[in-house]
Every structure is written in C-alpha cells, then in structure tokens.
C-alpha cells in the first residue's frame, strides 16, 4: 500500500510501476478531464494540480465541486478554507454542499453564518451553479440569498431551513429537475408557489416538514413524488393529505413513513402511474371512488391499470388484501411486501384450500412476476400465503425471501423449500431465492439516497 501511494504522488497518472507506462489519461482533452476532476471529492480534485504540468491549470478551469464536509478537522477552520477556493477558483460552480451543524448555535452566531453564507453565494466560483445542497438552522427564519442562484439549479436539497412567505414569492426555479425539502418549515401558500415555479421538475422528495397541511400537485413535467409525513415540530402543522389533481406524467408515488403518521392520498389524474408505495395501517388512498385503506380494498368495478410495481408495508400478511390488490390492479408485475418486525407471529392463517376460495382462484388471472418478502420465518401463515402464488402464478420469473443470518443452514432451507412445494411450481422458469443480504429498498434508503427517479425504486440489483 505504502508503495502504491508513493507513485500516485510522484508519477502523473497513467504510468506503471516500472516506469515505462504510458501517460493515457494526460492526453485526454481539457473538457473530458475538467469533468473527471469535477466528479472527485473536494480535496482530491484540488490535489490534481501537482500530479503534472499538464494538470496544473485544469482545477481551476473545471466547474467546481465545493462538499464542505470533511475539509477541516475542526469546524473553526472550516470559514477560512471555503473562503480561500471560493477566492481561488474562477468558476463555474457545478455543486455546493454545506451542512451546518450548529444546532445550539447562539442568534448572533446564526445571523453571523447567515453574512458568511451570503458572501460565499456572491461568489464568482458558485456562478452558474447546478446542484445546490444546504442544511441550515430550521429554528432561526434567516435570509439565505437562494434567488441568486435559482436560474441555473438542476437538483436543490434544502434541509432545516425556515421558509419565509417573502423570501419564496421571488423564488423561480426554471432548469430545476429535482427537489428534496427535509425538515422545513413552510406554509402551504409558499409551498405550492415554489412548485409551481418549478416547471422542468421531475422529482419532488418532501422529508419531514411542516407548515401545511395539504400538497396539491398540477405538474407537467413531475414524475416522481415520494412523501414523508413525520412531523418532528411542537404544535406544528402538519401534513395529512396529498391531492394528485393533474400530473400526466407521473409515475412514481411514494408515501416514505415507516409508521405512525396518517396520510390521505387522492389521485385524481395521473394516467402513467406505474410504482407505488402504501403502508396498510397508514395510508388511505383514493382513486376517484375506489378507496384502498389498512386491509380492505373498497371497489366494486373501478380497476387501475397502469400500475406495475407496488410495495406495501404490510402489518399484518394477508392473502385476501393481495388478491383484492391483484384485482384492482390487473396489470401488477412487481410486489414487494415489507413487514414490521413482529409481523409474522400474528395475522391470518392465508388458508385458500376451501372450496369457497378455490372457485376464486380457478378464475383469477395472476400478472406477478416477481415477489419479494421480509422477515420470513417459515410460519403456517407465510407458507400458505407464498404456496399460493407458487401453485398458481404461472408467469412468475423470480421470488426472493428475506431470512435471519441464524436461519441460513442447509437444512432450514431444505425443509422451507419442501414447505414451499417448489418442485410443483406452476411455473417450471421461476426462481427463488432465500437471502440474507439487502433485497428491498426500504423508505430509510429511498429517503437517505433521494432514488426516486429509478424505474424500480426498490429493486437492489
């Protein structure tokens, strides 16, 4: 490792150990390597101007990359390294992340960041800036000079921060594709004005935030929205529904809580809807007069048939809810099935050998191809919920089942597959696969890694 090191830093980049390589990377034209430094850490992209001549002057002609965390050891020092490359560097800016951690800050501590925060957005290096992410000071409603910077931006994550009215009336965002608000305080008023100054946006991501109670969306371009709708201030409004008047273009919608905070869902127009997310004991969702709450699926013709992929977060694991499912949404392809921890001790038994049930069953046409299920324990009622679709979905391609590190023996996945009735599978092609690794994109990760704009959210591939 130690000799590895030596050369990277006394050898431009390209040639070998024994000397004799060739310097490939060097002859690339200035703009290919300009966007490879401006994809580097901070503190890498800076390094590059002593590997070479050649690499001297590319830093500062490559749009920068500002990530404030880990520059300094010591949070003091962090205003004076910034400064010198907002000073050092011509510009343009590619992206600017900035987290304040400051939470116990005093006021004249706050509004002295809120000067510092201005200069530094004044900057000529942040010229032209595309990606914007800043964790502010939710409690202390500061004037962050955003407007200055809102032309250009294509993806802007605000976090903690406090909206004011007058502060967000100025605010357009023409070239903005993604939008993530994490823990802010805004009114309903502001919050639709700022979509609604969002007319490229494609992915809205609304973390944790308060102020309103209500998000109507009437969007061409959107089409991903995922919603969180944890509360974490006293005594503040919160949100409680979400109302898709028109969004043509939609295709992903997910309600991103884990558990604890109602949401009432209204899709009125959205004719590419295609992913899905609900949780069974939190969400009501409503499209026109069919309404899907907790276990039950209150249609009596009213179908959806654009939906594809769904994930439920289902408390308690019922044959009889999916089938309702399957029959509101016939074109189903994908479900991915996510349990609390305690889910499978309790619940129905799944039981569909009666005779009553069979009659269903001999008539139900089942569109899955892939099932994916956590917590699996090898319980009566799983094995009865999972042999259903192993005897009777005839175009399954892959089911994957979440198990404990301490279940992953031979023999446990021998009596589970005999269980199972694997070897009587209606369809011969279909997989199946017993994991304990990471096999379903939970809300914790959607949320923390903002993937909305996959074309299957959940999938790990």
Request: hydrophobic share 40%; glycine share 6%; charged share 25%.
């Amino acid at each position: 490792m130690e000799m590895e090191m030596e050369m990277a830093a006394g050898d431009p980049p390209g040639v070998g150990e024994d000397g004799g390589g060739v310097d490939v990377i060097s002859d690339l034209p200035d703009d290919l390597l300009g966007e490879i430094i401006t994809l580097l850490p901070t503190k890498d992209g800076a390094r590059t101007q002593i590997l070479a001549s050649r690499w001297r002057h590319l830093w500062r002609s490559a749009p920068l990359n500002l990530d404030c965390r880990g520059l300094v050891k010591r949070r003091i020092q962090l205003h004076g390294v910034v400064s010198r490359i907002l000073t050092s560097h011509p510009g343009p800016g590619r992206r600017f992340i900035y987290k304040f951690k400051g939470l116990s800050a005093t006021e004249y501590e706050l509004l002295q960041m809120n000067a510092t925060m201005d200069e530094w957005l004044r900057s000529a290096a942040l010229c032209n800036l595309q990606e914007l992410d800043l964790s502010y000071c939710l409690w202390y409603p500061l004037e962050v000079p955003i407007s200055r910077l809102s032309t250009t931006l294509r993806v802007a994550t605000i976090t903690r921060y406090n909206f004011l009215d007058t502060t967000v009336q100025g605010l357009r965002f023409p070239q903005l594709k993604q939008l993530t608000l994490e823990m802010v305080r805004i009114s309903e008023c502001s919050l639709h004005h700022m979509i609604a100054g969002c007319p490229a946006l494609e992915c809205l991501l609304i973390n944790c935030s308060f102020g309103f109670r209500c998000i109507r969306i009437n969007s061409l371009s959107l089409r991903s929205i995922g919603v969180d709708a944890k509360c974490l201030g006293y005594n503040e409004l919160k949100l409680g529904e979400l109302v898709i008047e028109n969004a043509p273009c939609l295709k992903r919608l997910l309600h991103l809580d884990e558990s604890g905070d109602n949401l009432n869902i209204s899709v009125i127009s959205a004719p590419k809807l295609e992913t899905l997310r609900y949780l069974s004991n939190f969400t009501k969702i409503s499209f026109g007069s069919a309404v899907i709450q907790g276990l039950c699926v209150d249609s009596l013709t009213a179908v959806v048939r654009t939906v594809k992929i769904l994930a439920v977060d289902m408390h308690v694991l019922s044959l009889d809810t999916v089938i309702k499912l399957m029959g509101f949404f016939p074109c189903l392809e994908k479900l991915y099935i996510e349990c609390s921890f305690h889910s499978f001790q309790s619940g129905p038994t799944n039981v569909w050998r009666l005779r009553k049930k069979q009659n269903r069953i001999r008539y139900l046409d089942i569109p899955l191809k892939t099932i994916v299920l956590e917590q699996y324990r090898g319980t009566k009622s799983q094995v009865s919920f999972l042999t259903f679709f192993v005897l009777h979905a005839r175009l399954l391609e892959v089911m994957t089942l979440g198990i404990r590190t301490t279940d992953n023996s031979e023999e446990f996945l021998a009596e589970q597959r005999r269980k199972l009735q694997l070897e009587n599978r209606v369809s011969t092609d279909a997989r199946f696969y017993f994991t304990t690794d990471r096999y379903i994109r939970n809300y914790w990760y959607i949320n923390y890694f903002r993937k909305l704009d996959l074309t299957d959210p959940f999938a790990f591939t």
